[in-house]
Each structure stands twice: as C-alpha cells, then as structure tokens.
C-alpha cells in the first residue's frame, strides 16, 4: 500500500481529523487513534447496530485504538514515547490547548524534529476568531457558501453533508503528504494547517471570482447556474431530468436531440449572454419537448449526443445503482463481534497499490497493550 | 517550496483538473498546462477584466501555458517529449480518448515507466456509465447529494458552488501525492483516478451511514440537523445566528447562556433523541430569549461559554472579514497586462515551506517556446 510504514499519532475526534487519518489510513498508514477513556464522542452518535455506530466504523476503518489519559502524567509521558516513533502527529484541538498539555511547538521539536505537525481547526490559529470553538455548521454560516447555497426565494441553506468537516480533513491529508514529500528532500517536519472555514471559502469557485471581477454579491439561484443557460432540471414523462451543457458546442448537442436546434438562430437564445437574459421562455420551450418521453429515454440519448445528463437519485438509488457498484463504492466490512458493516469505498483510485480494507474500525482501547508494549522496539 | 521539482503535465480544462494541478501549483509544483490553440474555454468565461476572465486567473495561477495541437503528429511527438520528462501526467478526458491519442498506458509506460498517469473523470473509468459525459451538476444529481440538500418543502437543491469537480480536484491531488510516496520506494509509476460522482458519494459521511445502518432513506431537513437538536438558525434582535452543540456539553454550555438550562431537567428536553422530537417546541424557547438582544451580543456570549456561534454571512461580508483577512484568504495578484487580480488564498497552510504566489496564470502558449527550448536540456 502506498502510504505502508508511515505512523500517524490521531488525537482528533468527532469528524474532521478522523476523515483525514482515514483517507491516510486507506492507503496503508499506520493510524494510532488516541481515545481518552470515555472514546470519542462518535462511537455513540448515530444508529447504532450489534454495539456498534456504522458512522463511527465509516470514519474510522483501518485505525488502531490506544487508550491513554492525557489529564495524567504517566499517560502524558507515554504519548512522548509514542511521538518519538511517528511521521506525523494530527489534532483537531482548539488552537493553544496542545501546547497546554505540554505539546507546544518547540517541544514536539525537541522530542522529534522530523515530526509533522498537522491540526484542522475551525478559523485557523491566526486571528480574532482564532479561540472560538467551531462546527460545520458554523463554517458553513461564516464561509459564505450558505449565503449562496439555495432557493433564491428561500433562507440560506446549509449543506446537508457536514462538507466543511470533510473538506478541511481532505485539505489536511493533502497537506501532510506534501509536507512529508518535502521532508524527503529536508529531513525535517513542519506544521500544516487547515480550517473548516478556510476550506470551504476555496471552494467558492466562480461566485467567489465573479464577486471579485464585478463587486457585485452573488445571490442564490436555486438549481439555476449563474452564469450558464440552459442548465438545470427539466420535467419528463416521468420525472425530472439534469442536463448541463457547459458551452455552446455542448448546448447545440442538446437542443439537436430535442430538434430544438432552430432556436439557436433565433437571438433571444443565440448566445449564453441572451439565454441568460431568457432563460425562463428558453427552458419552457425544452420542458414542451422534454415531457413527451421518458426519464431513461432523455438519459440514453442525450448523452449519447455527448451531452452530460442524468437524473436525481435518492440514497437507496444511488447504492444500488449499477455504476456506483462497478466503482466499489459500497463495500461490507466484517467487525469481529458486532458483524458485517456496510460502508462506502475509496474514492481514490490507485491502479497498482490500490486502496483497501486492512481492518475494521477498533474496539475501544483494542490496540493499547500491543502498542505500548512494542514501543521499545519500534524503529526510529 | 514542498513540491519544488515536480514536472506535472497538465492536459485538463474547465475546473476540476485544473484545480488539482492549482493546488499542486500553489505548492511549488512545475505545472506545463498544453492548450489546443483556442486555449481552455475557461479563458472566454465569467467576467473579463482587462482581457482576463478572473475565474481563469484564479484557477490557473502558478502555472506555465504551452500550446500544442494534439490533432498534428510533430506536436504529439513533442508531447512524448514533454513526457519524459515529467513526474506526473493529469487528465480530464473522458475514459479512452487519451488512448486514441496514442498515449494509452503501455505507450506511456514505454515513454516513462515513472511517471504518475491521473485521471479526473465523471464516472470513473469501470463501469455502465464510464463512457458518458458528466458535469458538476450531473454529478451532484447521480451522487445522491441532491436528494438530501435543501428545504424539506422544496425539489432537490444542487450546492451553489461546482463541488463535485472542486472536491474530484482535490482528491486526485491527494492521490498523486500518494502515488509520489509510493513511487519513493518502488521507482515506478501507476494510475490515479477519481470521479465526480464518487468524490461526492465519499462525502456523504453520517447520512450514507444511516442509511445503511437503518434502511431508511434519509429526506431532506432544510437547516435542521437530523440527528442533533437543538441546531439551526435562530433569531436575534437583528438578524439570525447559527448555533451548533453537537453534544450535550455544549447544548448545556448553549442553554446555560440564554438562562434556559433548566429545560434540560424537562422529559421533553432532557436527551438528544427527546429533543428530536420536540425540535418545534424546544427552538421556540430558544427563540423567545434570543430574538431580545443583537447577533453580535449572541455571538460573543455563546463563543465565550465555549459553544461554537456565528452568522450567515455574504460573499461581501465573508472578503472583507478580519478572521479571513488574517488568514490571507484573500490575495491580490498582479497580472503584467492585464492588472491587479483579487483571489482567494491558500487553505493550506505549511508553516516553513508555505504556499505562494511564484507567477500570474498565463497567457496563453506564454511558456511555449522557453518549455519546448529547453526540452533537451531537462534532466530525466
């Protein structure tokens, strides 16, 4: 596995961080979760199921769990020990609480100078708003994407998926790798930061460009892209189909399908700018045509005419759907004692190491005596 | 600079790989980005500001533009070239074209048995799908993460921002970087893919899980969280707050501020799976106490009691924020020619090698003659 020999010391909980040691975990890390005694908070959200939280086993595959009460010296000194043997250490503390502990930067220097230090927050260490607490929620209010995110008639909406969570944890595994790549080259760590609010304000995309391009502050248009017609959903026979044509190569594809091409010479819809402007008489004319056929049909031949299309599924849609079974994105994990768990796959495709499975998510404390008894023996 | 002397490819356009190749860009990364000789029609797209589109500018600074038409053989050969030379090839076509190209994965193993072959695509390339068209807004329809987003009274909402193509970007950077450790140890290459609709599948984190876990498939909830109460939006003197205690510490920490903690005591009130069912009630006492005095008075005082508190603000608001300002999320880049351009910044942040500006985005085939001079010279 690609990332096999690499020791990653977990002190994150909840979500963020355990996202990004799982991505560093599909691929062969050696993740050693540090639970206090209690364990992390998730082991008890969501259903649970035989003993078990599916959301907790999810998040935490491919991870050893150590017990260690950091409130207690000897524990404290233990993980030294455990710090002295790993690449990298990830916390998702508020900022200053490590270095309460004891673990400021110039002491997990001392006790390893090739240690990298990665930490996902909520607003990033530098700041006004540096020591307060953060959630997705929260991220998602403060970043701007809830301004944007919605009908235009309606209230801000956040997005359903805790996206600021799983964005900061992916920046974060992205970062320690190249954090670690450049340690190839300098022998030394470094700290790598990344915040649930500055993750998501990158991925504004073109609201973001557009807003600083014309000063003008993007609203929301719903299922409407902004700068892109027609675009959207539009009715079926039986349902609602989503077509995308990105330019006009892709909307002339489009409208040939539905024998609409005429309307391109017609100039209230002859370029983007004008379909803009007509956007709602241009999409009544395409839902004339769209509602004679079938939702399959649409999907069949508007793609084949190189348009992309597709429809909205549900979640029970989606992990059955044909493709999203062909991509191994649902797998069944077995769980030695709280049975088979089932999960989505990995996203990232690696041909020759891929991604896997090496061990389902652990048990409380499982690997504490097999750790910490090895810990003289671990290569430095 | 962490990726300093990484000879990356660069064969995407539009968004989600050229994103990936920004990010490994922004980190010191050489990226060549061939153009056919109209260039990325994301150069023609969004406002233009003194013959710039600012969205290309964002997505493509830190980047070398080399012309080449892959429809002429003398260029193709140049290609091969460049090849050989480069660490890491990324690409956006859909699954097969690049063989037809020529540049299936034995001729690329022949030109450079190290170099890492990625690929973006909307499917991935197993499966019924792989051979269609996709967009963001495909994606996020096929992912299931539209029939989970948006007001539980309204149709599906797609995310404003384009995130299945922002977050395929930034897995396949990740997973270069995997592909780059690995290569570390073994001295050779591999394929690296990642799809818009399974970036988006990975990322549906506890609303995947339950799903699984209980067979139910989950609605829509608007700003409601559907497993924490209480949670959401709520009214203040002057506006609204986003309030998140994702525990019962911080739900008490919350009530404790507004003098309401003795709800807790109330069998209505006392769990999070009592407040599930009495969300209605449960925020209409929230509401009568906070809609009595300001957003900023609540923000304050619900941060101070170390419960995570903060507002929706827009895109406006969010760029001219002291806590994103002191995150440099907001940079100003001079572009010879064209002016001044206004970007976000860098979510990642490594604290001795850290990202940075090293050139504008390019005009376009502005490197071609420096690159293909200097092909010979180029140490494989």
Redesign the interface.
């Given at each position: 596995m690609?990332?096999k020999g690499?020791r990653v010391v977990d002190l994150t909980r909840?979500?963020a961080g355990p996202f990004c040691t799982q991505?560093l975990a599909d691929?062969g890390a050696e993740i050693i979760k540090i639970e206090g005694p209690d364990g992390d908070?998730v082991r008890q959200?969501?259903?649970i199921?035989n003993g078990l939280?599916?959301?907790f086993?999810?998040?935490n595959r491919n991870k050893k769990s150590v017990v260690l009460n950091l409130y207690d010296d000897d524990d404290k000194s233990t993980l030294s020990h455990l710090l002295e043997t790993a690449d990298v250490l990830v916390e998702n503390f508020r900022p200053g609480i490590l270095s309460d502990m004891g673990f400021g930067p110039r002491e997990l220097e001392r006790l390893n100078p090739r240690l990298i230090h990665a930490s996902v927050n909520?607003?990033?260490t530098?700041?006004?708003?540096?020591d307060?607490?953060?959630?997705?929620?929260?991220?998602?209010?403060?970043?701007?994407?809830?301004?944007?995110?919605?009908?235009p008639d309606?209230?801000?909406?956040?997005?359903?998926?805790?996206?600021s969570?799983?964005?900061?944890g992916?920046?974060?595994?992205?970062?320690i790798?190249?954090?670690?790549?450049?340690r190839?080259n300098s022998g030394?760590g470094?700290?790598?930061?990344?915040?649930l609010?500055?993750?998501l304000?990158?991925?504004?995309?073109?609201?973001?460009?557009?807003?600083?391009?014309?000063g003008e502050?993007?609203k929301?248009?719903?299922?409407d892209?902004p700068?892109v017609s027609p675009?959207?959903?539009f009715r079926a026979k039986d349902g609602?189909i989503?077509?995308?044509p990105?330019?006009d190569v892709y909307v002339e594809r489009f409208l040939e399908v539905l024998d609409l091409e005429d309307l391109l010479a017609d100039p209230r819809y002859s370029t983007n700018s004008e379909r803009l402007l007509h956007r709602n008489t241009l999409s009544q004319c395409i839902n004339d045509v769209t509602c004679l056929r079938s939702v399959a049909h649409w999907i069949t031949a508007i793609?084949n005419a190189?348009?992309?299309?597709?429809?909205?599924?549900?979640?029970?849609?989606?992990?059955e759907?044909?493709?999203?079974?062909?991509?191994e994105?649902v797998i069944d994990v077995p769980h030695p004692g709280h049975g088979s768990?089932?999960?989505?796959?990995?996203?990232?495709?690696?041909?020759?190491?891929p991604a896997g499975i090496q061990r389902p998510a652990p048990d409380l404390g499982a690997d504490t005596e097999d750790i910490l008894s090895n810990l003289d023996q671990h290569p430095l």
């Open positions: 690609p990332l690499l909840i979500l991505l691929l908070p959200q969501g259903a199921v939280s599916w959301y086993a999810q998040f909520g607003y990033g530098v700041g006004p708003y540096a307060r607490p953060s959630f997705d929620f929260i991220a998602q209010a403060m970043s701007g994407f809830m301004s944007v995110n919605g009908p309606g209230e801000p909406q956040r997005a359903a998926p805790p996206l969570d799983l964005i900061a992916l920046y974060c595994a992205f970062g790798l190249a954090a670690l790549h450049e190839g030394i470094q700290q790598v930061e990344t915040s609010t500055g993750g304000v990158s991925m504004l995309a073109y609201l973001s460009a557009e807003y600083f391009a014309t502050i993007p929301r248009t719903g299922n892209h700068i675009y959207g959903l609602m989503a077509v995308a990105s330019t793609n190189g348009c992309p299309c597709g429809r909205v599924m549900d979640l029970g849609e989606v992990f759907d044909p493709q999203i079974l062909a991509q994105m768990v089932r999960m989505t796959g990995f996203p990232v495709k690696l041909s020759r190491t």
